[in-house]
């Protein structure tokens, strides 16, 4: 509740700092006021139990210590996109104010999308997610690829919200109660009814939009790549694991006693994704889009979370989220200070950047999932939920298989920065790179490695 509350008041705030303050520079200091007043005033909830507002939700909130410890993650995910990339927030456009306000108003869809127990709440956190995006999309207005984005993703974003209100209808109509609630549908362990099982594929279709899982992922690399890279990186982060939470807290709480009739459904999705998204990155060229296809790849993991919906699924998700979230801003954040977006572009970094090579390396192995990062203690965690449902276990072997692919197109990158040789044209300008960027950079990798070897100073805030 209290995130709710501060992320929308927080955005209207940034929107008329926009109006009001010239200076192009202090929008990022009043974002990162905001966020971490978000970060405290979320976890002083999660430690004490109480919100802020006694507002009475008619039970369409519902908030415990896991969706707490989610929006924890989010939110420091947040605060360091904020501190790594705010100065390239400034150079998109001249409304900087606008920029982080619609940020803003995503959180607080986000923490809807976290906490609601009604598929209402669910559709307007969906929305009050995507409708922001769009503009961040479009925002770079001299960019024609920019444009095509926005639009792409406005057409196509419209018509996954029209399937995902469907959904919702033959839900609302087909269960007993007639009710909107998701602890309300009360599904036994017989056949589901014809309009429920009509509404959970619709449903379930949406929300593979949303996460870019295959095959619903078709307007994701060229919406990534159109999108101005810093918003890229925010996109790919922040959003995609909120709406995986949203999708997971769906199907466990309304349709979690018949999973064994939908997940085959989400088998096909997860296979399909993980082999989509490897093996369509190992041919990019452009850092850019290999990420965007990556992502699609990272998110048939998740999927697995899904696949499970057991305990361990979900201390494996909010991991995860926390280890993608880091690498991926880590690695965003490098690559918006380059001449170059392609592999050929890191060429010789480990001589001319070597701070910012050892952290590279550091994201790129922890996205591949190699032992002491959070990206391996995730891998394997989501692999063990799978493991412990206890069906399918040729899905764990195939996910494994294409985790070695990954493998290939992270270490392209890794030898291009160590063992190749710089061209003409500098890795970054001289002078673009601060000490206090590094510092955060460094501050990043070391959170990758601790996570990795002590996951637990996470996932004990689950059990709080």
Not at 86 to 95: I, L, P, S, T
Not at 188 to 207: D, E, K, R, T, Y
Request: charged share 10%.
């Amino acid at each position: 509740m209290n995130a709710i509350v501060f992320s929308a008041v927080w955005g209207i705030l940034m929107m008329f700092s926009g109006v009001f303050v010239k200076s192009k520079a202090t929008p990022k200091y009043l974002a990162i006021a905001g966020i971490i007043l978000l970060l405290v005033v979320n976890g002083m909830e999660l430690y004490t139990g109480q919100a802020l507002f006694n507002i009475d939700t008619k039970d369409m909130l519902r908030v415990n210590s896991f969706n707490l410890t989610f929006l924890e993650v989010v939110f420091g995910a947040t605060a360091l996109f904020f501190m790594l990339s705010g100065r390239d927030v400034e150079k998109v456009g001249e409304h900087v104010g606008e920029y982080f306000a619609l940020m803003f108003f995503v959180l607080c869809g986000v923490a809807l999308s976290a906490t609601y127990n009604t598929l209402l709440l669910l559709f307007i956190g969906i929305e009050i997610i995507s409708i922001p995006l769009y503009i961040l999309t479009g925002s770079d207005k001299r960019n024609l690829k920019s444009n095509e984005a926005g639009l792409k993703y406005f057409l196509m974003g419209s018509f996954s919200t029209g399937i995902l209100l469907m959904g919702i209808a033959f839900i609302y109509g087909g269960n007993s109660n007639a009710s909107f609630y998701i602890n309300n549908i009360q599904l036994g362990l017989g056949a589901m009814p014809v309009m429920i099982s009509i509404g959970l594929v619709f449903l379930l279709i949406a929300l593979s939009f949303k996460v870019s899982a295959a095959p619903f992922h078709f307007w994701t690399p060229d919406v990534y790549d159109g999108a101005p890279t810093v918003f890229t990186s925010f996109m790919s982060t922040i959003v995609k694991v909120a709406s995986f939470f949203a999708f997971i807290r769906l199907f466990e709480n309304a349709f979690g006693q018949v999973q064994p009739q939908w997940q085959k459904l989400i088998v096909f999705i997860t296979l399909a994704t993980l082999l989509i998204g490897n093996i369509t990155a190992v041919f990019q060229q452009s850092v850019k889009r290999m990420l965007a296809y990556s992502s699609i790849a990272q998110a048939g993991f998740m999927l697995l979370a899904l696949f499970a919906l057991n305990d361990r699924a979900k201390e494996g998700l909010v991991l995860y989220s926390a280890a993608y979230s880091l690498a991926t801003i880590g690695i965003f954040a490098i690559l918006i200070k380059m001449n170059d977006l392609t592999i050929d572009g890191f060429n010789g970094m480990g001589k001319t950047q070597p701070v910012l090579a050892a952290t590279a390396t550091v994201f790129l192995l922890s996205l591949t999932g190699i032992p002491l990062t959070a990206g391996f203690q995730s891998k394997f965690l989501m692999l063990m939920a799978a493991v412990e449902n206890g069906h399918q276990f040729w899905l764990v072997i195939a996910a494994v298989l294409f985790a070695a692919i990954s493998a290939y197109y992270y270490f392209r990158v890794l030898q291009a920065i160590w063992f190749k040789e710089a061209g003409e044209t500098p890795v970054i300008e001289a002078g673009e790179i601060r000490s206090s960027f590094k510092l955060l950079l460094v501050i990043t990798a070391v959170l990758i490695i601790v996570l990795g070897i002590y996951p637990e100073l996470l996932l004990g805030w689950l059990y709080h």
